[in-house]
Antibody, heavy 121, light 107 residues
Framework: EVQLVESGGGLVQPGRSLRLSCTAS????????MSWVRQAPGKGLEWVGFIRSKAYGGTTEYAASVKGRFTISRDDSKSIAYLQMNSLKTEDTAVYYC????????????WGQGTLVTVSS | DIQMTQSPSTLSASVGDRVTITCRASQSISSWLAWYQQKPGKAPKLLIY???SLESGVPSRFSGSGSGTEFTLTISSLQPDDFATYYC?????????FGPGTKVDIK
């Protein structure tokens, strides 16, 4: 059974940094891309970015709203994807979901439970 | 970036109603479109992928259609468990943008 578990959320001041983790199980982690999606309180879903598998270079793509501030990385030996968030702004306050899809033709068929990041002074 | 719009933003319906939600893309996305259902406090759930393919375990009352720039999600007979917010998402090109959502509530 596929499971995605996010951790690392919490309260952080504007301008500071935070790193989220997504621990995956139930599939061969290193073979797949991993993505992050966020949802501000009472708002819709926003795609944050993703990291390709090492077989495809392990490269990343980001939404314009986070590019240059957020970095996605992975540790295939631990089956963990990371979201490093720097220079945080109040508008980054959201529930952050780790997501996975079983192939390029599919939508995100598995989601973590989400972790809340609150950026406030 | 590809912009996604949905209509209506809110839909009031009764159990047993046929419900249709429309999603439009700002440029062609072929059939690379997914639909999700989200209930308060929960992660989204994939319903439809590749515009019209039903995700395993999803009731057959859900169906999707369309290609190019216009897509629809249809619920053939609304059930009590279907009152939720529905999002479309394009995955033709990065960033994989979502629509703003359609809330289906009780009439």
């Amino acid at each position: 059974e596929v499971q995605l578990v996010e951790s690392g959320g919490g309260l952080v001041q504007p301008g500071r940094s935070l790193r989220l983790s997504c621990t995956a199980s139930g599939f061969t982690f290193g073979d797949y891309a991993m993505s992050w999606v966020r949802q501000a309180p009472g708002k819709g879903l926003e795609w944050v970015g993703f990291i390709r598998s090492k077989a495809y270079g392990g490269t990343t793509e980001y939404a314009a709203s986070v590019k240059g501030r957020f970095t996605i990385s992975r540790d295939d030996s631990k089956s963990i994807a990371y979201l490093q968030m720097n220079s945080l702004k109040t508008e980054d306050t959201a529930v952050y979901y780790c997501t996975w899809r079983r192939g390029y033709s599919y939508g995100y068929d598995y989601w973590g439970q989400g972790t809340l990041v609150t950026v406030s002074s | 970036d590809i912009q996604m719009t949905q209509s209506p933003s809110t839909l009031s319906a009764s159990v047993g109603d046929r419900v249709t939600i429309t999603c439009r893309a700002s440029q062609s996305i072929s059939s690379w479109l997914a639909w999700y259902q989200q209930k308060p406090g929960k992660a989204p759930k994939l319903l439809i992928y590749k515009a019209s393919s039903l995700e395993s375990g999803v009731p057959s009352r859900f169906s999707g259609s369309g290609s190019g720039t216009e897509f629809t999600l249809t619920i053939s007979s609304l059930q009590p468990d279907d009152f939720a917010t529905y999002y479309c998402q394009q995955y033709n090109s990065y960033p994989f943008t979502f629509g703003p959502g359609t809330k289906v509530d009780i009439k």
